[in-house]
């Protein structure tokens, strides 16, 4: 489950900034050729690129080296260097901020193609969130080694143009408070498709009622990734979300 690259959230990984920033060094020359328009190797790197924000968004305990580069907010790619060991390194991304009440959306589609490793730990994933950041609903669409949703398992559901298994859990904050998150994993990997994501939000709040007509605030898709040893190259060849 990713994390928002906030001021508490870097305060939590300060710890990592010296590691890292020899790390993202040595992993900028891996950033790939066509990357003419933006790259980076910070830990909290982002860009505005034409309705999207790039992040770099390097944010989990051990985490080794990694660089984004873009041609633009829809076709960017990542290579990352993190160890083969467990917990979440990272959540490289593109957001779209929509700002909308759940009944007040016609559309909210998002079609992806990516270039995923064969190895290493890792998903590629939507992570959206309410503006409050209450609620947290994550779209596996494809995920490869040791990795998991986190909460109950709460069955199959057929909804946006795909299967999923649906998870339900709670993160809990160092303030003793927590955030709801609803993980719906793919029941096939996919490497190109389209998500009609409303019926999934709608089927959320009116179907299973887990939450209210919630503003939906951040829509990102990126690369989840747990480990990258050697160092492995992800890729969005292509992301838009559309929302009206």
Known sequence: MPRRTTPLARLRTALLAPALALGATLGLAAAP?????W??????????LGGYTLYNNIWGAGAGSQCVWANS???????????????????????????KRISAFTTLTSSYNVTVPSSGAFNSSYDIWDTDYDYEIMLWVNDTGAVGALGDYQGTAGLGGHTWRV????????DGSHHD????????DSTSGTVNILPILKWIKDTKGWMGDETIGD????????????????????????AS
């Not at 998870?167 to 160092?174: D, E, Q």
């Not at 990126?222 to 992800?234: A, C, M, N, R, V």
Request: net charge positive; aromatic share 12%; proline share 4%.
């Open 219 to 242: 829509v990102q898709f990126g690369f989840e990734i747990t480990s990258s040893s050697g160092g492995k190259d992800f890729r969005a060849n292509s992301l838009t979300i559309n």
């Open 39 to 48: 790259n980076t190797c910070d830990q909290w790197g982002n860009s505005d």
């Open 33 to 37: 050729a066509e990357a003419a328009v």
């Open 73 to 99: 907010g829809t076709n960017w790619g990542v290579w990352a260097n993190h160890p083969d060991t467990g917990g979440i390194k990272s959540y490289p991304n593109a957001k779209k901020t929509v700002n």
């Open 167 to 174: 998870y339900k859990g709670k993160v809990p904050h160092a």
């Open 181 to 188: 998150v609803f993980s719906f994993l793919r029941t096939s």
